[in-house]
T-cell receptor
Framework: GAVVSQHPSRVICKSGTSVKIECRSLDFQATTMFWYRQFPKQSLMLMATSNEGSKATYEQGVEKDKFLINHASLTLSTLTVTSAHPEDSSFYIC??????????FGDGTRLSIL | DAKTTQPPSMDCAEGRAANLPCNHSTISGNEYVYWYRQIHSQGPQYIIHGLKNNETNEMASLIITEDRKSSTLILPHATLRDTAVYYCIVSSGGSNYKLTFGKGTLLTVNP
């Protein structure tokens, strides 16, 4: 089946640093990739949608200058949390899909900002 | 996208069938019903989806009522590893479709 790989699985870093998370579709070409955030005991919240070679579309309330998304190829998207602060600590999950196929999710990245 | 309603929690005995209901009374004609599950601290796992007809795959069966206002996900022989939060999501399935996650149903499979 479709496999989406996310790296790293866990990050702990100091406040003020920037963190990059990678999302790869391993066995299919992803026309669209999505980034979600999940706080403890809450459901997934969509942050942004990105199509290969295009600028990402951010959901309302998500700062595009804070959460930089790059979707440079059909198999790779990256999310960079810039100048991260403790309130950015969360579980970040990516998903990918190709036309007429359902979204498949990565295993998530647990980000902890000290 | 149409909203869905699911019970917050359900229990099932190991080896028995788990039937998870979902109401989506405002579903549009071009919207699909998707089911995902999330095991603790992992990303959601795709289970199955359908438009009008009942669907079956190696994981589960999806029964959609004729008026499409509700559906049931059936895990035929639940195991302890099926304990998870199950999400029923309605989406158009178009080129830029989105999945809007609700609170889902926490299914606990008991030994």
């Amino acid at each position: 089946g479709a496999v989406v790989s996310q790296h790293p699985s866990r990050v702990i870093c100091k406040s003020g640093t920037s963190v990059k998370i990678e999302c790869r579709s391993l066995d299919f070409q992803a026309t669209t990739m999505f980034w979600y955030r999940q706080f403890p005991k809450q459901s997934l919240m969509l942050m942004a949608t990105s199509n290969e070679g295009s600028k990402a579309t951010y959901e309302q309330g998500v700062e595009k200058d804070k959460f930089l998304i790059n979707h440079a190829s059909l198999t790779l998207s990256t999310l960079t949390v810039t100048s991260a602060h403790p309130e950015d600590s969360s579980f970040y999950i990516c998903s990918a899909r190709t036309v007429d196929q359902p979204q498949h999710f990565g295993d998530g990245t647990r980000l902890s900002i000290l | 996208d149409a909203k869905t309603t699911q019970p917050p929690s359900m229990d099932c005995a190991e080896g028995r069938a788990a039937n998870l209901p979902c109401n989506h009374s405002t579903i549009s004609g071009n919207e699909y019903v998707y089911w995902y599950r999330q095991i603790h601290s992992q990303g959601p796992q795709y289970i199955i989806h359908g438009l009008k007809n009942n669907e079956t795959n190696e994981m589960a069966s999806l029964i959609i009522t004729e008026d499409r206002k509700s559906s049931t996900l059936i895990l035929p022989h639940a195991t302890l590893r099926d304990t998870a939060v199950y999400y029923c999501i309605v989406s158009s399935g178009g080129s830029n479709y989105k999945l809007t996650f609700g609170k889902g149903t926490l299914l606990t499979v008991n030994p």
